[in-house]
T-cell receptor
Framework: DQQVKQNSPSLSVQEGRISILNCDYTNSMFDYFLWYKKYPAEGPTFLISISSIKDKNEDGRFTVFLNKSAKHLSLHIVPSQPGDSAVYFCAASGTGNQFYFGTGTSLTVIP | DTAVSQTPKYLVTQMGNDKSIKCEQNLGHDTMYWYKQDSKKFLKIMFSYNNKELIINETVPNRFSPKSPDKAHLNLHINSLELGDSAVYFC?????????????FGPGTRLTVL
């Protein structure tokens, strides 16, 4: 049972435009959410996180939005750069330390 | 300096063999994990250790046995390898077990069972 879903396996965006990556979850007990970025042949690296007490968290070009009622979060990258091309994983956790990951969205930023 | 390292990076072996993957973290973290990323790219937790004690043991065949000789190491031993074990295995660590701590991942070990 997949509790965290990323329904878009891939996304292509022009350099300088906004990239929006989406993630949905089913478990209402999740209260902490993260985005990871993964380059080929490397492990995922932490990008940005958000707690359920917030609905927005911003870090430079990256902003994560959380809509608890819709059980939806999104990652906005503005402006997108070619170096942002990677696979982005959404993850969620509730009580305890178990994280549930989505299947990832492969972002390609076209120069 | 590599924060979380895994060896080997690639492992090709025959069905029925026994193999181990090693993981080390130099971050001083208390908690370490093993994840499996299958062919569908789904990243799923297998085990979690906190201060050398098993915390999470998801539904994983008992052919998989994690071993934590100390806080900085969590090795994964796999007996009687099967074709379905082919996947990328990621080790990770976090400061504690709070569930709100960032996990740092190793580069992954691509296991291919022939």
């Amino acid at each position: 049972d997949q509790q965290v879903k990323q329904n878009s396996p891939s996304l292509s965006v022009q350099e300088g435009r906004i990239s929006i990556l989406n993630c949905d979850y089913t478990n209402s007990m999740f209260d902490y959410f993260l985005w990871y970025k993964k380059y080929p042949a490397e492990g995922p690296t932490f990008l940005i996180s958000i707690s359920s007490i917030k609905d927005k968290n911003e870090d430079g070009r990256f902003t994560v939005f959380l809509n608890k009622s819709a059980k939806h979060l999104s990652l906005h990258i503005v402006p997108s750069q070619p170096g942002d091309s990677a696979v982005y994983f959404c993850a969620a956790s509730g009580t305890g330390n178990q994280f549930y990951f989505g299947t990832g969205t492969s972002l390609t930023v076209i120069p | 300096d590599t924060a979380v390292s895994q060896t080997p990076k690639y492992l090709v072996t025959q069905m029925g063999n026994d193999k181990s993957i090693k993981c080390e973290q130099n971050l001083g973290h208390d908690t370490m994990y093993w994840y499996k990323q299958d062919s569908k790219k789904f990243l799923k937790i297998m085990f979690s250790y906190n201060n050398k004690e098993l915390i999470i043991n998801e539904t994983v065949p008992n052919r998989f046995s994690p071993k934590s000789p100390d806080k900085a190491h969590l090795n994964l031993h796999i007996n009687s390898l099967e074709l379905g074990d082919s996947a990328v295995y990621f080790c990770a660590s976090s400061q504690d077990i709070s569930g709100e701590d960032t996990q740092y991942f190793g580069p992954g070990t691509r296991l291919t069972v022939l």
